[in-house]
């Protein structure tokens, strides 16, 4: 018997056809959404498994392309070797695996950076293992060019540092994320609001959290205006209180997370009464009180992994002619860090 039900089984307990259970585990939309969301729950409770070789097979029937692809991915990890895992990469790595057992496939690790690993040699051991389909993490730098022929590989690059090949990829919402900030934070009565980021880190996002900041700032009276703090990737500390004392905004955005702590080093009470919104919000700052902007690290994986696959079934391989960008929206988290919604907007 067979360790994964079959749409069969879950047809019998869902009272409805085989070909009904098939199209609503495809969000076939002749499946009226209650009838889908029903299906799909029963197969979720029963630990129903899509076959990828069947699903690909069903792709290419009218083709009659042969199907000898692995059911496995590539995540490649592209940080310096040995460098310690926070815990955006630890959800993002969450989602890819979780998705890709969802569809079927496994996920195999590798490591760009390690001693003896070279692009070239990192290829070689994809094709001698048959493996299409690979996931590129980002990089610590920006603008990172990789000499890598990926010919019969579907890819996807996480955010912007990866230049070269121009592949498909999966971003956070750095832009997005400043104006659901500044949304939030003026419903609540806060007017002088400051941005402080590391430049370098910007820079690997396009700039996106600069580029709203000053679009934002282009609609104050001069009386809210704030200049940007943008320091090099080491010094935002050194440069933090100067412009805190020159400044003094109401609530500091950064992705910073050491931001409280530099206000009580300025001045003893002081950052009880300076609110602190954290961008790039990730699971540790919850136990912390810490109000942010969470990016949704664990869909940029899942949406990284479908990506792949859906490029895979497609028969897509190689640098596409014209990429595509998924970017992930993110959301507001409540905290401690900021004053309370004002009653009218609960």
């Not at 085989?18 to 609503?24: E, K, L």
């Not at 409770?45 to 069903?58: C, D, Q, T, V, W």
């Not at 390690?114 to 990192?122: A, D, I, K, S």
């Not at 002619?321 to 959301?331: C, D």
């Amino acid at each position: 018997m067979s360790d994964s039900p079959s749409m069969k089984s879950i047809a019998a307990l869902a009272g409805v056809s085989v070909m009904t259970v098939s199209r609503a585990l495809r969000k076939h939309p002749e499946v009226k959404a209650a009838t889908r969301e029903r299906i799909q729950k029963i197969a979720t409770e029963l630990g129903y498994r899509k076959n990828p070789f069947i699903s690909a097979l069903m792709e290419h029937r009218r083709s009659g392309k042969p199907i000898d692809i692995p059911p496995v991915i590539a995540h490649v990890h592209c940080f310096p070797h040995g460098t310690v895992v926070r815990r955006n990469l630890i959800n993002i790595r969450e989602g890819i695996l979780r998705q890709a057992q969802q569809q079927g496939f496994t996920v195999d690790e590798f490591f760009l950076n390690e001693p003896g690993m070279t692009p070239h040699r990192l290829v070689d051991i994809l094709r001698s293992r048959n493996i299409r389909g690979a996931i590129f993490e980002h990089f610590f730098d920006h603008d990172v060019t990789l000499d890598i022929d990926l010919s019969g590989i579907a890819a996807v690059a996480l955010a912007h540092t990866l230049k070269r090949p121009a592949l498909n990829r999966v971003v956070i919402g750095e832009y997005l994320s400043v104006e659901i900030a500044v949304a939030e934070l003026r419903s609540r009565g806060y007017r002088r609001i400051g941005l402080a980021i590391y430049g370098r880190q910007d820079e690997d996002a396009r700039i996106r959290r600069e580029s709203a900041w000053l679009l934002y700032q282009t609609s104050l009276p001069d009386d809210e205006k704030i200049p940007l703090l943008k320091s090099g990737r080491y010094n935002l500390e050194e440069h933090f209180p100067s412009w805190y004392e020159s400044h003094r905004p109401e609530v500091i955005l950064s992705t910073y997370g050491r931001v409280p702590k530099l206000l009580e080093g300025i001045k003893e009470g002081l950052s009880k009464k300076v609110g602190y919104v954290r961008l790039g919000w990730n699971d540790e700052d919850r136990a912390h009180g810490i109000a942010g902007i969470d990016p949704d690290w664990r869909q940029v994986g899942v949406s990284a992994a479908n990506n792949v696959i859906e490029q895979i079934y497609r028969g897509e391989f190689g640098v596409p002619e014209k990429p595509i960008v998924t970017m992930i929206e993110g959301r507001w988290v409540d905290g401690k860090t900021v004053r309370p919604a004002l009653p009218h907007c609960q």
